[in-house]
């Protein structure tokens, strides 16, 4: 459930036609900026929704214990509000991360490179797929680098057959 303010992109989206199976549920109380003043690249956008659920059929009341049962989850993605801190063997650090957002790129671009990390099984308990592209500007001790990093974690099950003639 995303608990949104009174200006919230979420809503912009869904009034303009776009549909997405997102649980929203609208508190026009909170504000924006007083609930988010760390978040410098958001363009809230005003609205006029009541409060309650914005597709009711779709989620409700009974709806919102399941999704706050997953706590971490819930809150990055429903409320948008994803704790920071810096998981053990990570790649990036929240530090790196916050710096990166701020990092102009003033030098032409020298190489882009993609790898991938696959899962090496299939099951529910595998690990998760890691994908990231990262790219080289300049060079020397003016050289910056910008990064973006996906994971998936999904269990594929995968068949292969044969065709006959």
């Not at 997953?70 to 998981?87: G, N, T």
């Not at 102009?104 to 099984?121: F, L």
């Not at 790219?135 to 099950?157: D, E, H």
């Amino acid at each position: 459930m995303m608990i949104c303010p009174a200006t919230c992109y979420a809503v912009a989206v869904a009034r303009s036609g776009i549909t997405f199976n997102l649980p929203v549920k609208i508190d026009n109380s909170l504000g924006y900026w007083d609930l988010y003043p760390e978040n410098e690249f958001a363009i809230p956008i005003p609205h006029n929704l009541p409060d309650g659920w914005l597709w009711p059929k779709k989620h409700n009341d009974i709806h919102e214990a399941g999704l706050k049962a997953h706590r971490r989850s819930f809150e990055a993605q429903y409320m948008q509000r994803p704790r920071k801190f810096d998981e053990e063997g990570a790649l990036w650090t929240e530090a790196m991360i916050t710096a990166a957002h701020r990092m102009q790129i003033t030098q032409d671009k020298i190489r882009t490179v993609i790898a991938i990390d696959p899962a090496t099984t299939s099951s529910d308990e595998s690990d998760e797929t890691g994908i990231v592209a990262c790219s080289a500007y300049g060079g020397g001790k003016n050289a910056q680098y910008s990064c973006l990093m996906v994971t998936i974690r999904a269990a594929c099950r995968l068949t292969t057959g044969r065709t006959h003639q």
